[in-house]
């Protein structure tokens, strides 16, 4: 009788913090007859939740030929493979190439989403990405590198929207973009954090403007895994004071108790909420 197929999990394994793992990530690793993990990036840690006798392989010296091959090879026996990438695999994960393989060998899959680097980055600054009265816009981009950005996509016509950036993949390339952000239109004084390997023991938080982050990071001598997070969004004293904006809207209105959405009432307020006026949620 022909051995039924097994099935690859492509899986979030967030940031590092081991902890960060979604309940249904640790499943499947615990589950996993192999597991391939991106082992540059996802922390170490994550494979004690392999079951005794799961076949490990990290993946940082190999190509995607070779992965998909152990891949494929692995659940034509009828085994599930974990296939663990750093942060949410939806970006920057290399996973399409991996999809359009599994769909050609018409294998069964799934993507488990996890912790994006950004979000827990967020998290250790506490701050909010998107600031009442302030950018409602967060964009995740990298500065051009290796990587050619399509037109349209180069930082300074992404920075010309002053919204939050969360710059991916470039921490090598400081100094051009502070300089392309400048030239972009975004001021000296505009607040800057950049977070190396977040959830990880060694991990560095350095803080400041584009007018000293690039010599910062330099002196501190982070060349890799890192995030530059850029914008009013980042600053520290937001959480000590409520700035006047141009709108006068400086804070949500989600939990404000004059504002009426399709859940709550503004105090006072007697008729009812006719679902057409709430707004998505009130915030
Ligand atoms: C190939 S991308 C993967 C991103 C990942 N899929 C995510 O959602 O976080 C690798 C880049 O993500 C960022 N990154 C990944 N893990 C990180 C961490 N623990 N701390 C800071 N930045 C991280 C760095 O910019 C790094 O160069």
């Known amino acids: 009788m022909a051995q039924s197929q097994g099935k690859v999990y492509i899986v979030g394994g967030g940031p590092g913090d081991p902890e960060l793992l979604t309940l249904k990530a640790k499943s499947v690793i615990e589950s996993a007859d192999v597991i391939i993990y991106a082992d540059s990036l996802v922390h170490p840690s994550i494979v004690d939740f392999a079951k005794p006798g799961a076949e490990v392989h990290g993946s940082k010296t190999l190509n995607l030929s070779e992965i998909m091959e152990l891949t494929l090879e692995s659940v034509r026996q009828g085994k599930t493979v974990a296939r663990i990438q750093s942060g949410d695999p939806s970006i920057y994960g290399a996973v399409l190439e991996q999809m359009r393989i599994l769909e050609e060998a018409q294998v069964d899959y799934e993507i488990i989403p996890g912790v994006s680097a950004a979000f827990a980055a967020a998290a250790r600054l506490k701050v909010e990405l998107t600031i009442p009265g302030g950018s409602q816009t967060v964009i995740m981009t990298r500065a051009?590198?290796?990587?050619?950005?399509?037109?349209?996509?180069?930082?300074?016509?992404l920075a010309a929207h002053g919204s939050t950036l969360v710059i991916f993949l470039s921490i090598?390339?400081?100094?051009?973009v502070v300089r392309q952000l400048l030239e972009a239109g975004y001021t000296e004084s505009t607040p800057v954090a950049v977070v190396y390997r977040v959830g990880w023991p060694d991990e560095k938080i350095i803080r400041g403007t584009l007018s000293d982050i690039a010599a910062k990071v330099r002196d501190a001598k982070i060349t890799l895994q890192a995030l530059i997070m850029v914008g009013e969004a980042m600053d520290p004293a937001l959480l000590h004071h409520v700035p006047t904006t141009a709108n006068g809207v400086s804070s949500s209105h989600l939990y404000a108790s004059d504002y009426t959405h399709l859940y709550r009432r503004a105090e006072g307020e007697s008729s009812d909420v006719e679902e057409g006026s709430s707004v998505d949620g009130g915030q």
């Not at 051009?144 to 016509?157: A, I, T, Y």
């Open 144 to 157: 051009q590198g290796r990587v050619s950005m399509p037109p349209g996509e180069q930082l300074k016509d």
């Open 172 to 176: 090598t390339r400081m100094f051009t």
